[in-house]
């Protein structure tokens, strides 16, 4: 089957590799029908690694997917119970916990350590045109829900759960920093659970006009000068900051402005991963303020919720608009320089392997 795999940094090639074996027992196969280009990807294709994790043997990338089902074993059961079926169409969970280890068993399957994860070395992804995998990854998605939306689901999931770890209310507001795939969709999350106003930073002009018309209050770019980057949003919130902060960009200087846009008492949510494994921000100001911060990890059984939403027309129909650009597998090497490049009003690239 064709694939394409990362073969050092920036060094992504189109590859001839051997078809699936036959699904085990649990499993099923799915021949790839959509592949979201994650950050994390990105950072990947760009490093050659990922969080101390680096790329030795040509790897698939790509864990953002949905197919559908080609071949099942003897007892695929989906995480819903059911049966999975041949023609079925699924968005796949990439992870796979152990299920017995003290996180696992407390409910925290995330934080599995031996967990394996679809597209992080040293395990593939789904850049590739089927793959095999356990049955109780799968999500059945109904036929109105396209491929694209589908691969966009598990990057819905990481939303949901960064929205949970903020402990959101009516009426609270919030500041965003970094308004890519995840910042906006944090954004159209809390505007369904009330939270208001809503302010977003963010350098690139398209993603913060995208910003606004999912309902941002205000979005503005973010000037080299901290006194001065913030100075709009302290004018908006009167010099009090927001009730939550949300980092969704390169954990980079980002952080200590989250830290400065939150109010004393406040929350703040670091989802963003920094390029090198390295986070500095300024101790004062969040111990002062007594901030609360909490480190988002992927997420926690959001599949089912993701899904429920995607359901939605109109939200569905805001889904489908993030996926900006579409690619073949061929054409992945194009997919992540656009994607890194930020260009041609991107937010998300999808690659599809079985086009
Ligand atoms: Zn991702
Ligand atoms: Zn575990």
Excluded at 3 to 26: C, N, T
Excluded at 132 to 153: K, Q, R
Excluded at 317 to 343: G, I, K, W
Aim: aromatic residues 6%; proline residues 9%.
């Amino acid at each position: 089957m064709r694939a394409v795999q990362l073969f050092g940094p920036k060094d992504l090639r189109s590859v001839e590799l051997p078809d699936v074996p036959p699904p085990g027992l649990s499993d099923v196969t799915v021949r790839v029908e959509a592949v979201g280009v994650c950050g994390s990807d990105l950072h990947m294709w760009e490093t050659g690694g990922i969080g101390g994790r680096q790329v030795t043997s040509p790897l698939c990338l790509g864990h953002e997917f949905a197919g559908t089902v080609v071949e099942v074993g003897k007892t695929p059961m989906a995480e819903s119970g059911t049966k999975l079926e041949i023609g079925q169409r699924v968005a796949v969970d990439p992870a796979i916990p152990c299920g017995h280890c003290e996180n696992c068993r407390e409910g925290n399957p995330t934080l599995c350590p031996t967990h394996v994860f679809m597209g992080v070395p040293p395990d593939p992804g789904a850049l590739c045109e089927r793959m095999n995998v356990p049955a109780e990854n799968c999500f059945v998605m109904p036929d109105a829900i396209s491929p694209g939306v589908g691969s966009l689901l598990e990057t819905l999931g990481v939303a949901i759960h960064a929205v949970d770890l903020g402990k959101t209310a009516v009426a609270h507001s919030a500041v965003i920093f970094g308004a890519g795939p995840v910042g906006l969709l944090i954004l159209s999350l809390l505007r369904l659970a009330g939270v208001f106003p809503i302010y977003v930073f963010e350098p690139v002009a398209e993603r913060r006009a995208k910003a606004m018309e999912l309902g941002a209050a205000d979005a503005w770019p973010v000037p080299d000068d901290p006194a001065q980057a913030l100075q709009p949003l302290l004018a908006a919130t009167r010099g009090r900051g927001c009730d939550i902060g949300f980092e969704v960009a390169d954990a980079g200087r980002s952080v200590d402005l989250t830290f400065a846009a939150t109010r004393s008492g406040g929350r703040v949510v670091l989802v963003g991963i920094p390029p090198l494994d390295r986070t500095e921000f300024g101790h004062a100001t969040p111990r002062r303020k007594g901030l609360t911060v909490r480190f988002a990890r992927r997420m926690k059984h959001t599949y089912p919720r993701a899904l429920a939403l995607a359901e939605r027309p109109g939200y569905a129909a805001m889904l489908q608009d993030l996926v900006t650009h579409q690619f073949t597998l061929a054409e992945s090497p194009a997919a992540f320089e656009l994607a890194a490049s930020y260009r041609d009003g991107v937010i998300k690239a999808v690659v599809n392997p079985s086009q």
